[in-house]
Nanobody
């Protein structure tokens, strides 16, 4: 059974850093596009960054450019999100997702629409002093 488990969330002060991890089981990530999403209280879930199987990154939220970086380690069947210079507005539940890219669909489009097949349970990130 495909499964994704996130970890690494927590409470951090503004300006601090966190590294989220997402480990897959039941399938191998190297054939899947992967992505990170977040949902803040009272808001809809939004895509942040996604990565293709070739390593191409699509960032769909302008506010994280230059601060967040997605990466993958296929040997560990894992995906990561390095988050630097964190701001209170980054507070949210963060989710990783994985999906096969099909047809002409781009990873950027998948990231913007959230059309991924497999999702983790989420990890809370709170940025506060």
């Amino acid at each position: 059974q495909p499964h994704l488990v996130e970890s690494g969330g927590g409470l951090v002060q503004p300006g601090g850093s966190l590294r989220l991890s997402c480990v897959a089981s039941g399938f191998t990530l190297d054939s899947y596009a992967v992505g990170w999403f977040r949902q803040a209280p009272g808001k809809e879930r939004e895509g942040i960054q996604c990565m293709s199987t070739s390593g191409s990154i699509s960032t769909v939220v302008d506010s994280v450019k230059g601060r967040f970086t997605v990466s993958r380690d296929n040997a560990k069947n894992a995906v990561y999100l390095q988050m630097d210079s964190l701001k209170p507005e980054d507070t949210a539940v963060y989710y990783c997702a994985a999906s096969i890219r099909r047809g002409l669909t781009t990873v950027q489009a998948m990231c913007m629409t959230g059309k991924f097949n497999y999702w983790g349970q989420g990890t809370q990130v709170t940025v506060s002093s």
